[in-house]
């Protein structure tokens, strides 16, 4: 992976943790939010294989590890693992469908969803229980699997673009 490829990947993911703090975070229906970051890593993940889905996932779990009110590392976790999920999902496609991102996403937020609360569970958090994350598990892949052809367009509109210049 180039320099000037890193750069998009932690420029856009970055951009796409701003907007899930200022603008998706004040979207709430029935308690659950789309989680913009998430689906960044997986189309990047999609786009750019195991490793970069992983580091993507690690790096910016962390940052927004620091910025919640969770224990440190709970999402880098869940993210990294999730990023190089996507990563080797990908190395089964030779060329991806329109459909299969949306796919991809949707699986792969349901297992975020459990793994955080599994994670937040066995940690002890209290905010965890069987009624919000049912909810949570069912709205947030939905509209994260909404966001993922917007999404996956520009991941692959910035790839192909940085592939011209080279």
Do not use: W
Not at 33 to 51: E, R, T, Y
Not at 88 to 101: A, E, I, K, Q
Request: glycine letters at 10%; one cysteine or more; a neutral charge.
């Amino acid at each position: 992976m180039t320099a000037n490829r890193l750069a998009v990947i932690v420029l856009s993911l970055f951009t796409a943790l701003l907007l899930q703090v200022t603008v998706l975070g004040r979207l709430s229906f029935l308690n659950a939010k789309p989680d913009l970051v998430l689906v960044a890593v997986v189309c990047f993940a999609l786009a750019d294989g195991p490793g970069a889905g992983m580091g993507a996932g690690f790096g910016i779990g962390l940052f927004a590890d620091l910025l919640g009110d969770h224990t440190l590392g709970l999402l880098a976790l869940v993210f990294c693992v999730v990023g190089y999920a996507a990563g080797v999902v990908r190395s089964y496609f030779d060329r991806l469908s329109t459909f299969t991102p949306m796919a991809v996403v949707g699986v792969l937020t349901a297992v975020a969803v459990l793994a955080y609360a599994g994670l937040g569970a066995l940690l002890g958090d209290p905010r965890v229980y069987a009624d919000p994350v049912a909810r949570s598990l069912v709205l947030t892949s939905l509209y994260d699997v909404l966001l993922t052809p917007f999404v996956f367009a520009g991941v692959t509109a910035l790839r192909s673009r940085g592939d011209e210049r080279l």
